[in-house]
T-cell receptor
Framework: AAGVIQSPRHLIKEKRETATLKCYPI?????VYWYQQGPGQDPQFLIS???????DKGSIPDRFSAQQFSDYHSELNMSSLELGDSALYFC???????????FGPGTRLTVL | AQTVTQSQPEMSVQEAETVTLSCTYD???????LFWYKQPPSRQMILVIR??????QNATENRFSVNFQKAAKSFSLKISDSQLGDTAMYFC??????????????FGKGTKLTVNP
């Protein structure tokens, strides 16, 4: 069965640079969630989209923005990167809201 | 706001034995979902088991079962016949079931489980 695809899997950036993380949900899934997991931490919710509209927002810095496109894939744009942004970024998808969320393998971002 | 508490940062168990991981949560809602996720060293988040709050029957998935005590707001995970592959971080998570509400997952801090041969 098809799973959630995230690219790239690993990303190394310098401070103050910009990064774009991509997420391709499971086919037919219309809802995408982004989570950030710092080292030794639990995943923290950043933002979610349902049918290409933002549906909820968590503790996402103003330097970050995201959107969901017409094909339901989503991109998380991160600007003015800081050392503290180094983390594993998960995308999850579901069919509609309030359904099981399937997680992608994550993108490991390292900011030097 | 909902909170999820896992009071056991680390646990260990011998292969083939049974272990129980604890989770408590706080919410004012009556309907919601609870989950246990497994995160092995690969860091992949894998759903282990799911419980709907309106269901009185405890969920079971093969060697994994839960003890859901709604009044006590407790949701423990029992792993029977532990296997080396069960070694992982286990996260308890809460999700609202209110349409139009926040459908994000709220995670506990996790319990690191080690299965010893």
């Amino acid at each position: 069965a098809a799973g959630v695809i995230q690219s790239p899997r690993h990303l190394i950036k310098e401070k103050r640079e910009t990064a774009t993380l991509k997420c391709y949900p499971i086919p037919r899934h219309d809802t995408v969630y982004w989570y950030q997991q710092g080292p030794g931490q639990d995943p923290q919710f950043l933002i979610s989209f349902y049918e290409k509209m933002q549906s909820d927002k968590g503790s996402i810095p103003d330097r970050f923005s995201a959107q969901q496109f017409s094909d339901y894939h989503s991109e998380l744009n991160m600007s003015s990167l800081e050392l503290g942004d180094s983390a594993l970024y998960f995308c999850a998808s579901s069919l509609g809201e309030l359904n099981e969320q399937f997680f992608g393998p994550g993108t490991r971002l390292t900011v030097l | 706001a909902q909170t999820v508490t896992q009071s056991q940062p680390e646990m260990s168990v011998q292969e083939a034995e049974t272990v129980t991981l604890s989770c408590t949560y706080d919410t004012s809602e009556n309907n919601y979902y609870l989950f246990w996720y497994k995160q092995p060293p690969s860091r992949q988040m894998i759903l282990v088991i799911r419980q709907e709050a309106y269901k009185q029957q405890n969920a079971t998935e093969n060697r994994f079962s839960v003890n859901f005590q709604k009044a006590a707001k407790s949701f423990s995970l029992k792993i029977s016949d532990s296997q080396l592959g069960d070694t992982a971080m286990y996260f308890c998570a809460f999700m609202t079931s209110i349409q139009g509400g926040s459908e994000k997952l709220v995670f506990g801090k996790g319990t690191k489980l080690t299965v010893n041969p």
